[in-house]
C-alpha cells in the first residue's frame, strides 16, 4: 500500500524546474488490475499496474520545440530498480502510453515521448516550415525525455536507476538505433525492432509501390487477390505452418499466377503480375539501376491483420490514394521534403527526388550509420529483430544493415545481434510465432553477461495470451537459422538447434 509520505514526494515533483522541460502534472495513481482488449498479443488479456506516480512534461530546448513527455514510476518496492524508456510508431504524434504502461506493469520505471509534436502517426503537416520539430522528431525528443525522466525519478525515488533501456519497434526501433549512434551513453542496452535504418529510402519505397499498383491500367491488386498470391507463394516456399522459414532461398515467380482465361480471383492479370514483381523486387534508381531499398518478401499478403498487405498495399489507391504507402510517402515526400502542401507523389523522381531526400533530412531521421564504436566502448549491448513478413519496413533492409556494421567492425557478437523471426509481421503478428522476449534478454546481456545465443518466440492459441501457447521457435542470431531435430515436438523451441548459415 502506498504511503502519504509517497503521495505527497509525487505531488512535490510539480514544483520542480528542470533544464528546457517543465512538469505540467503529477498524480499518484492507486494499483489495479484488469482486463485489456488488444489486438497484440503480448498485452492482451489479464494485467496488473502497481501504484506509481505519473508525471507529465513538456521540454522546450529550442523556441519552436514542444516535446511532450510522461513518466510512470513504480511506488515502494514495486519499483524493480531500472529505467525503460519506450519508442513511437510510423510519424509520432502521441505519447505511446499502452507501452508505458506494459513495462510499468513489470516494475519498471517508464518514459515516452510524442516525438515534439501532437498529430496522427500518417500526418508530417507539423514538420512544413519547422526545422527545428524536425530534430526534435529526428532524435532530440527522446533524448530530452531520457535526461527528464532520469531528474523525475531522482526526485520521486531519490535514488538514480541501477540500468537504462530502451526499447521500440518500426519508428521506435528507428528513434533506438539513433539512440546507440548519436547519445551512446544514454541506454545500457537497447532493443530496436523493424528499425528503417534508411528511412527516406523506405519512404520513397512507398511511394515505389504505390507508382507500381498506379502505373498502367488494371495494375491494381485488389484485396480479393491476396489469398491467390500468398497460397501459390507458401506453395513455393512455405514449410506446414504455412511460414517462409527461410525467404533469402525463396525463389517464387509471380507469373504463375497469370491468367490462362477469363479473370477471377485466382488469377493476376499481366498488369498485375507486373505490378506484384516489381513490389517483390523493391525500388530501383532508373538512372544507375541501383537499390533504393529492398522489396517485400512473398509468403504472408492474406494476413489478416492491421499491418499486412490489405492495409499497406491493396488500400483503394484507384479511387482514394488511402494505403498505408501512399498516406506516409505522400506526407513525408510533402511536408518533410518538398514543403510543398500539394506535391503528388505519382511526380516522385526515383533519381534525383531520393538524392533531394536524402541530402535534406537523412543526417536528422535516418539512423544508418554503421559504426557502433563509441556504444560498444561504452559498454551497450543491442538487441535487434525484425520479421520476415513484415509489409511495412523491408525485412532486407534489417540484414543490410547488420552486415556493412560487420563489414565496418568486423565481429559485433559481443554486444550487438540480429534476430530474423520468420512469419512474423511489422512488430509483432504473422502466422509464426512472433511474441519475443527481448526486454528480458537484453536485461541478461547486461546485468549477467550472458549474450542471447537464441530468443525465444511463441505463438498464442488464436492471437491471445489467455487462450495458451499453441507454439514456440527459436530465433537465432543472424546469419544462423533455426533447424528442427528430426525428433522433438515441431511445436517446442526445445526441439531446434542453432546452426546452419542462412544464404548471404
Same mark, same amino acid.
Given at each position: 500500500?502506498?504511503?502519504?509520505?509517497?503521495?505527497?514526494?509525487?505531488?512535490?515533483?510539480?514544483?520542480?524546474?528542470?533544464?528546457?522541460?517543465?512538469?505540467?502534472?503529477?498524480?499518484?495513481?492507486?494499483?489495479?488490475?484488469?482486463?485489456?482488449?488488444?489486438?497484440?498479443?503480448?498485452?492482451?488479456?489479464?494485467?496488473?499496474?502497481?501504484?506509481?506516480?505519473?508525471?507529465?512534461?513538456?521540454?522546450?530546448?529550442?523556441?519552436?520545440?514542444?516535446?511532450?513527455?510522461?513518466?510512470?514510476?513504480?511506488?515502494?518496492?514495486?519499483?524493480?530498480?531500472?529505467?525503460?524508456?519506450?519508442?513511437?510508431?510510423?510519424?509520432?504524434?502521441?505519447?505511446?502510453?499502452? +507501452?508505458?504502461?506494459?513495462?510499468?506493469?513489470?516494475?519498471?520505471?517508464?518514459?515516452?515521448?510524442?516525438?515534439?509534436?501532437?498529430?496522427?502517426?500518417?500526418?508530417?503537416?507539423?514538420?512544413?516550415?519547422?526545422?527545428?520539430?524536425?530534430?526534435?522528431?529526428?532524435?532530440?525528443?527522446?533524448?530530452?525525455?531520457?535526461?527528464?525522466?532520469?531528474?523525475?525519478?531522482?526526485?520521486?525515488?531519490?535514488?538514480?536507476?541501477?540500468?537504462?533501456?530502451?526499447?521500440?519497434?518500426?519508428?521506435?526501433?528507428?528513434?533506438?538505433?539513433?539512440?546507440?549512434?548519436?547519445?551512446?551513453?544514454?541506454?545500457?542496452?537497447?532493443?530496436?525492432?523493424?528499425?528503417?535504418?534508411?528511412?527516406?529510402?523506405?519512404?520513397?519505397?512507398?511511394?515505389?509501390?504505390?507508382?507500381?499498383?498506379?502505373?498502367?491500367?488494371?495494375?491494381?491488386?485488389?484485396?480479393?487477390?491476396?489469398?491467390?498470391?500468398?497460397?501459390?507463394?507458401?506453395?513455393?516456399?512455405?514449410?506446414?505452418?504455412?511460414?517462409?522459414?527461410?525467404?533469402?532461398?525463396?525463389?517464387?515467380?509471380?507469373?504463375?499466377?497469370?491468367?490462362?482465361?477469363?479473370?477471377? +480471383?485466382?488469377?493476376?492479370?499481366?498488369?498485375?503480375?507486373?505490378?506484384?514483381?516489381?513490389?517483390?523486387?523493391?525500388?530501383?534508381?532508373?538512372?544507375?539501376?541501383?537499390?533504393?531499398?529492398?522489396?517485400?518478401?512473398?509468403?504472408?499478403?492474406?494476413?489478416?491483420?492491421?499491418?499486412?498487405?490489405?492495409?499497406?498495399?491493396?488500400?483503394?489507391?484507384?479511387?482514394?490514394?488511402?494505403?498505408?504507402?501512399?498516406?506516409?510517402?505522400?506526407?513525408?515526400?510533402?511536408?518533410?521534403?518538398?514543403?510543398?502542401?500539394?506535391?503528388?507523389?505519382?511526380?516522385?523522381?526515383?533519381?534525383?527526388?531520393?538524392?533531394?531526400?536524402?541530402?535534406?533530412?537523412?543526417?536528422?531521421?535516418?539512423?544508418?550509420?554503421?559504426?557502433?564504436?563509441?556504444?560498444?566502448?561504452?559498454?551497450?549491448?543491442?538487441?535487434?529483430?525484425?520479421?520476415?513478413?513484415?509489409?511495412?519496413?523491408?525485412?532486407?533492409?534489417?540484414?543490410?544493415?547488420?552486415?556493412?556494421?560487420?563489414?565496418?567492425?568486423?565481429?559485433?557478437?559481443?554486444?550487438?545481434?540480429?534476430?530474423?523471426?520468420?512469419?512474423?509481421?511489422?512488430?509483432?503478428?504473422?502466422?509464426?510465432?512472433?511474441?519475443?522476449?527481448?526486454? +528480458?534478454?537484453?536485461?541478461?546481456?547486461?546485468?549477467?553477461?550472458?549474450?542471447?545465443?537464441?530468443?525465444?518466440?511463441?505463438?498464442?492459441?488464436?492471437?491471445?495470451?489467455?487462450?495458451?501457447?499453441?507454439?514456440?521457435?527459436?530465433?537465432?542470431?543472424?546469419?544462423?537459422?533455426?533447424?528442427?531435430?528430426?525428433?522433438?515436438?515441431?511445436?517446442?523451441?526445445?526441439?531446434?538447434?542453432?546452426?546452419?548459415?542462412?544464404?548471404?
Amino acid at each position: 500500500m502506498a504511503t502519504a509520505f509517497e503521495r505527497a514526494r509525487c505531488a512535490a515533483v510539480a514544483g520542480t524546474a528542470l533544464p528546457h522541460a517543465t512538469i505540467c502534472e503529477t498524480r499518484f495513481v492507486d494499483a489495479e488490475s484488469t482486463v485489456v482488449a488488444s489486438s497484440n498479443p503480448a498485452r492482451a488479456g489479464p494485467r496488473s499496474w502497481p501504484a506509481y506516480c505519473r508525471v507529465l512534461g513538456v521540454s522546450r530546448p529550442t523556441a519552436d520545440s514542444e516535446i511532450h513527455f510522461e513518466v510512470a514510476i513504480p511506488a515502494g518496492e514495486a519499483w524493480n530498480g531500472r529505467y525503460l524508456q519506450v519508442g513511437n510508431g510510423a510519424f509520432a504524434g502521441s505519447i505511446p502510453e499502452d +507501452d508505458i504502461l506494459d513495462g510499468l506493469a513489470s516494475g519498471y520505471a517508464v518514459a515516452g515521448t510524442d516525438d515534439g509534436h501532437q498529430a496522427g502517426p500518417a500526418d508530417a503537416a507539423w514538420a512544413l516550415g519547422h526545422p527545428e520539430k524536425m530534430i526534435d522528431y529526428g532524435y532530440r525528443a527522446v533524448k530530452e525525455t531520457s535526461d527528464a525522466a532520469r531528474a523525475v525519478i531522482w526526485l520521486f525515488k531519490g535514488r538514480r536507476p541501477s540500468f537504462s533501456y530502451f526499447t521500440g519497434c518500426s519508428d521506435g526501433g528507428r528513434e533506438a538505433l539513433m539512440e546507440a549512434q548519436r547519445y551512446p551513453e544514454d541506454f545500457d542496452g537497447i532493443v530496436a525492432g523493424a528499425p528503417p535504418t534508411r528511412t527516406a529510402h523506405v519512404l520513397a519505397g512507398f511511394a515505389w509501390n504505390v507508382r507500381a499498383l498506379t502505373h498502367l491500367p488494371g495494375s491494381a491488386i485488389p484485396r480479393s487477390k491476396l489469398g491467390a498470391i500468398e497460397t501459390a507463394a507458401l506453395r513455393a516456399c512455405g514449410d506446414m505452418d504455412g511460414v517462409v522459414e527461410d525467404p533469402l532461398h525463396c525463389r517464387f515467380d509471380p507469373r504463375v499466377l497469370t491468367c490462362a482465361r477469363a479473370e477471377d +480471383d485466382g488469377c493476376l492479370t499481366p498488369a498485375q503480375v507486373t505490378a506484384l514483381a516489381k513490389i517483390y523486387a523493391g525500388a530501383t534508381n532508373p538512372r544507375t539501376g541501383e537499390l533504393i531499398v529492398p522489396g517485400l518478401e512473398p509468403g504472408a499478403e492474406a494476413e489478416r491483420q492491421p499491418d499486412g498487405w490489405a492495409m499497406w498495399i491493396s488500400g483503394p489507391v484507384p479511387s482514394g490514394g488511402s494505403s498505408g504507402d501512399s498516406l506516409l510517402s505522400t506526407s513525408f515526400f510533402r511536408y518533410m521534403v518538398f514543403g510543398d502542401p500539394s506535391y503528388d507523389i505519382s511526380r516522385l523522381d526515383f533519381d534525383a527526388d531520393v538524392a533531394t531526400a536524402d541530402a535534406k533530412v537523412a543526417s536528422t531521421i535516418s539512423p544508418d550509420d554503421p559504426d557502433l564504436g563509441r556504444f560498444e566502448r561504452r559498454g551497450g549491448k543491442l538487441i535487434h529483430y525484425h520479421g520476415w513478413s513484415d509489409a511495412t519496413v523491408p525485412p532486407r533492409l534489417s540484414v543490410a544493415y547488420y552486415e556493412r556494421v560487420q563489414r565496418t567492425m568486423g565481429d559485433t557478437s559481443s554486444f550487438y545481434r540480429l534476430f530474423m523471426a520468420p512469419g512474423m509481421a511489422h512488430c509483432d503478428g504473422g502466422r509464426g510465432p512472433d511474441v519475443l522476449a527481448t526486454l +528480458d534478454a537484453i536485461t541478461v546481456w547486461v546485468e549477467r553477461g550472458a549474450a542471447p545465443d537464441r530468443l525465444i518466440a511463441t505463438k498464442f492459441v488464436g492471437g491471445l495470451r489467455s487462450n495458451g501457447v499453441a507454439r514456440t521457435r527459436p530465433l537465432c542470431p543472424y546469419p544462423q537459422q533455426a533447424t528442427w531435430d528430426g525428433r522433438g515436438s515441431r511445436a517446442s523451441a526445445d526441439s531446434y538447434r542453432c546452426g546452419s548459415e542462412t544464404a548471404r
